[in-house]
């Protein structure tokens, strides 16, 4: 019986490559983003149906969900992983950003949850996965808006994992670092530990099969964010301080 998925932010980056991949190894992928362009010659490959579609879009959402629930269309991967990062300046805290971010990072994350849930149910194994970041780890410069997005997502994913232990379907967070993609190609600074889509892919697709619960990478920059989150209040904000002048 071939395997099925679905993958939001499927048109660039970790999306992209984790949709071919499956693809190659036989699985029906469903790839939706927004880039209609991208869609199209990502579905050109073998196995990936297109589904052009704003994920801030509630009610597209749940009429794109309840179609392919009509059309029998059975998951067994759950794969959230669209995203965006802007970054804002103390001084303003531009409220459109923080509302950007959040619709994207957040809402939809959560309205993607419940009306494509749903499509799990008859699978024998089924996996929800959901992106987050490493970034809610530890305060950074200008990240107030991405960071709170994420830590705001992991939260969701882990308190989900509890609520629906009895479902059957098993909730996977992802906590990847700086990972070389478009969204990372804007940032002016130095990213520590920085993967491929390729090896980030690889990180998810093995940590799936494995059914672990959470996985992060690259295990250096976890290490090191994890020991600087230990540390006494007083002195971790002295540490993030003093990085930011750096």
């Not at 970054?87 to 509302?99: E, K, P, S």
């Not at 705001?152 to 479902?167: G, M």
Request: net charge positive.
């Amino acid at each position: 019986m071939t395997s099925t998925c679905l993958i939001t932010g499927a048109s660039s980056g970790i999306g992209r490559q984790l949709a071919l991949h499956y693809a190659a190894n036989g699985w029906k992928v469903y790839a939706l983003a927004r880039s209609k362009d991208k869609l199209a010659e990502l579905a050109s490959s073998a196995g990936i149906v297109a589904l052009p579609l704003d994920l801030t879009d509630s009610a597209a959402l749940q009429r794109t969900a309840q179609q392919l629930l009509d059309d029998g269309v059975v998951l067994d991967l759950l794969l959230l992983n669209a995203g965006t990062c802007e970054y804002v300046d103390a001084a303003d805290l531009a409220l459109d950003a923080f509302q950007r971010t959040f619709a994207i990072n957040f809402h939809a994350v959560v309205a993607a949850t419940k009306y494509f849930m749903p499509l799990l149910k008859a699978s024998l194994n089924p996996q929800l996965a959901i992106v987050s970041s490493m970034a809610h780890f530890f305060p950074f410069t200008r990240a107030e808006a991405y960071g709170a997005s994420k830590a705001a997502v992991s939260y969701f994913a882990d308190s989900l994992r509890l609520d629906i232990a009895d479902s059957g379907i098993s909730v996977h967070l992802i906590e990847p670092g700086f990972v070389d993609t478009p969204l990372t190609q804007k940032n002016d600074f130095a990213m520590p530990f920085l993967v491929t889509v390729e090896q980030a892919a690889e990180r998810i697709l093995n940590g799936l099969q494995a059914g672990k619960s959470r996985i992060r990478f690259p295990r250096r920059l976890s290490y090191m964010l994890k020991l600087l989150s230990v540390l006494p209040y007083n002195l971790r904000n002295k540490v993030a301080q003093r990085m930011k002048q750096q």
